[in-house]
């Protein structure tokens, strides 16, 4: 896999042999032996060719924007020295399992890690590659690593970025827009760990503020429809945290949530973009930045992963969807910014 150069060796031997033939030329040879080790070593350290395998759950905008950050901060740092190997598992986190084995079997470098199954899957696949997670909320809850046992650090051959937006803030943003909502149902996937993480904290962030609160959980993306469904007819406002099946839905939930009426507050900008009124988001790009840069660590100064703190992206953004806030005659504050809709 990283390949490694010889000539400086190869150099001091033929020099050596030639110090013995001219006795009078002894000390300029061994001054030109130095110098061509040591630009050989140098040439070695910044030619080291990189290949890093990318294991992206699902196909939507904000893990899409999370792996194109991810290989922005790694070419700039390392440019044609490294090679991308991405790929897509489609949904299904069996087919995680299945790439993350290819990277495996590839002896990849280091594996990048989009989504929680993702990075369910590579912690399964090996201890020996490094992994960089992204676009997980919470590492311990992916980890199945309990409140005690948490340290800010995995302890294993994985690192990564959070996604999480401050939940509470969340919850007095949607008192803001919604003050006159009684319930609010949360629209999640139950099979995604974080997802019912950020739905425990919400629900008793939203409890303080006097709402009644349900959770509403499909399994995958056949039961989306009849499940927004029964939560447009139930409640008044919904929240939708940042659920890789939701997003990937986002269009439908959309088409359903709009004409009953039911404003939804997103977890984060793609599925505000597609069925939201309102978000505090961060940037996904961001989030693949930082775990590009941290990759870079691991690759090149040998940084490990198992000590390496989870980071965070620390600016948030409030935005809004000009059109489905028109629509429903929600009122949006000043510091609000509108998404950026496409023509």
Known sequence: ??????????????????????????????????????????????????????????????????????????RDKLGDQVEFDVQNASGDSANCNTIVNGFVSSDYDLIMANATPALQAAVSGTTEIPIVGTSVTDYATALGMSTDEWTGTTGMNATGVSDLAPLAQQAEMMKELFPDAKKVGILYCSAEANSKYQANVMTEELGKLGYSVDSYTFSDTNDVA??????????????????????????????????????????????????????????????????????????????????????????????????????????????????????
Do not use: W
Request: hydrophobic residues 40%.
């Open 1 to 74: 896999m990283k390949k490694r150069l010889f000539a400086g060796l190869l150099c001091a031997s033929m020099l050596v042999m030639s110090v013995t033939g001219c006795g009078s030329n002894a000390q300029d040879a061994t001054n030109e032996t130095t110098t061509t080790t040591e630009t050989d070593a140098s040439a070695d350290a910044t030619t080291e060719k990189y290949t890093v395998g990318v294991v992206q759950l699902v196909q939507h905008p904000a893990l899409d924007e999370a792996t194109t950050g991810f290989q922005d901060a790694l």
């Open 226 to 343: 009849t499940v927004t469904q029964t939560a447009c007819a139930d409640c008044d406002a919904i929240y939708i945290p940042t659920d890789n099946t939701a997003a990937s839905c986002a269009e439908l939930i959309g088409g359903i949530v709009v004409p009953a009426g039911v404003p939804v507050y997103a977890g984060e900008e793609g599925i505000c973009k597609a069925c939201g009124v309102a978000t505090l988001t961060i940037s996904y790009y961001d989030v693949g930045y930082i775990a590009g840069e941290m990759a870079y660590e691991i690759l090149v100064n040998k940084a490990d992963p198992a000590t390496m703190d989870i980071k965070f992206v620390e600016e948030v953004k409030k935005e809004y969807n000009a059109d489905i806030a028109e629509a429903l005659k929600v009122e949006i504050p000043s510091d609000y910014v509108a998404i950026e809709t496409e023509e």
